[in-house]
C-alpha cells in the first residue's frame, strides 16, 4: 500500500499545477495483479512491474499534489 498525502501547508508552491507524472517504487518482490488507485483500477497500460530489479513503475498519472492518493497493490 502507498498513501500519498499532501503537504501544501509546509509547501506554498504546491498548487493544483503540480502533479506527479511517474511513480517508482524500489523492492517490490512481487509482481501486482490489479493496482487499486483511489478505489478504482489503474489501468494496466499505466504501470509496469521489473522483476529483475523489483521495481514497479507508474507513469502517466497526472497526480495533484494537494490531494490524497491511495494505490493498493494486489
Do not use: C
Not at 523492492?27 to 489501468?43: C, F, M, Y
Amino acid at each position: 500500500r502507498l498513501i500519498i498525502e499532501p503537504w501544501t501547508y509546509q509547501y506554498p508552491d504546491m498548487t493544483d499545477q503540480v502533479k506527479f507524472e511517474e511513480i517508482s517504487i524500489f523492492g517490490v518482490t512481487k509482481a501486482p495483479t490489479r493496482i487499486v488507485w483511489n478505489g478504482q483500477d489503474l489501468a494496466t497500460a499505466k504501470w509496469s512491474y521489473d522483476a529483475n530489479k523489483n521495481v514497479l513503475k507508474m507513469i502517466n498519472l497526472a497526480l495533484n499534489v494537494s490531494k490524497s492518493h491511495r494505490f493498493v497493490l494486489l
